[in-house]
């Protein structure tokens, strides 16, 4: 990392049409959509890492991209594998690749797009429960 991203963090954070990071809500009560544990990454394919790591189910899960002026959910569809297991990387970024270029939904964006990761930049370590 260079000194200027050390001081103000990872370039792509300021790009606007990003999530500045990613959450996934885990209700900590079953039945409970009030309740929630969240889990946090800078990018989706270290979250879903994390989950998948600390043995988190999909079938209880929602994923947001978080903006600096709003939330946007994730079909979390995208993210599982044809046995609905999480995906891991780079199957998950090529699958929200080719999301984005079928549809152009802007929370599926910039996943190796055209060869280039746009969250390079980022830490992919996963934290939670919050």
């Known amino acids: 990392m260079s000194l200027k991203s050390t001081l103000f963090g990872p370039t792509s954070r300021y790009d606007a049409s990003l999530p500045y990071t990613y959450v996934a809500r885990v209700p900590a009560i079953e039945g409970d959509t009030e309740l929630h544990n969240d889990y946090f990454a800078d990018t989706i ?5 994390y989950l998948d790591t600390n043995d988190i189910s999909p079938d209880d899960v929602e994923i947001f991209g978080l903006y600096q002026d709003r939330e946007i959910p994730l079909d979390k569809q995208y993210c599982l594998d044809t046995d609905g297991c999480w995906l891991t990387r ?5 699958s929200l690749e080719e999301h984005y270029r079928d549809t152009l ?13 746009s969250y390079d930049d980022r830490e992919r370590k996963g934290s939670g429960p919050y």
């Open 105 to 117: 939904e802007l929370q599926y964006k910039g996943h190796v797009e055209d060869g280039d990761c």
């Open 45 to 49: 394919c270290g979250l879903i890492e």
């Open 90 to 94: 780079p199957q998950i970024c090529r």
